[in-house]
Nanobody, 123 residues
Framework: QVQLVESGGGLVQAGGSLRLSCAAS????????IAWFRQAPGTEREFVAA????????YYADSVKGRFTISRDNAKNTMYLQMNSLKPEDTAVYYC????????????????WGQGTQVTVSS
């Protein structure tokens, strides 16, 4: 079992930045691929970014590429999502996830999920 707890969400103006964190406890964090997903009201959960177990491979949704950066610190059992140049359409609940599935961009590849943190970007 892996327990995930997100933090760092909040209200920010368009063009601003936020850094989300996700602290993991339980089984060895380094053995999992990790990712961030988000869900806005009335929409399905969508992939944002993922990073492989070793940290050597990162993947981003086209909508956030060049603005968001995913990273992990296996020694601290923590993952991050640095979000820059935020837009109102980035408003959503952001979830971190950990898993061993082969397709990093789909929710089904992740076994463990955090409770989510709200990000609101005002125009």
């Amino acid at each position: 079992q892996v327990q995930l707890v997100e933090s760092g969400g909040g209200l920010v103006q368009a063009g601003g930045s936020l850094r989300l964190s996700c602290a993991a406890s339980g089984r060895t964090f380094s053995g999992y691929n990790i990712a961030w997903f988000r869900q806005a009201p009335g929409t399905e959960r969508e992939f944002v970014a993922a990073i492989s177990r070793s940290g050597g491979g990162t993947y981003y949704a086209d909508s956030v590429k060049g603005r968001f950066t995913i990273s992990r610190d296996n020694a601290k059992n923590t993952m991050y999502l640095q979000m820059n140049s935020l837009k109102p359409e980035d408003t959503a609940v952001y979830y971190c996830a950990a898993g061993t599935g082969g397709f990093l961009g789909i929710a089904g590849s992740y076994n463990y999920w955090g409770q989510g943190t709200q990000v609101t970007v005002s125009s």
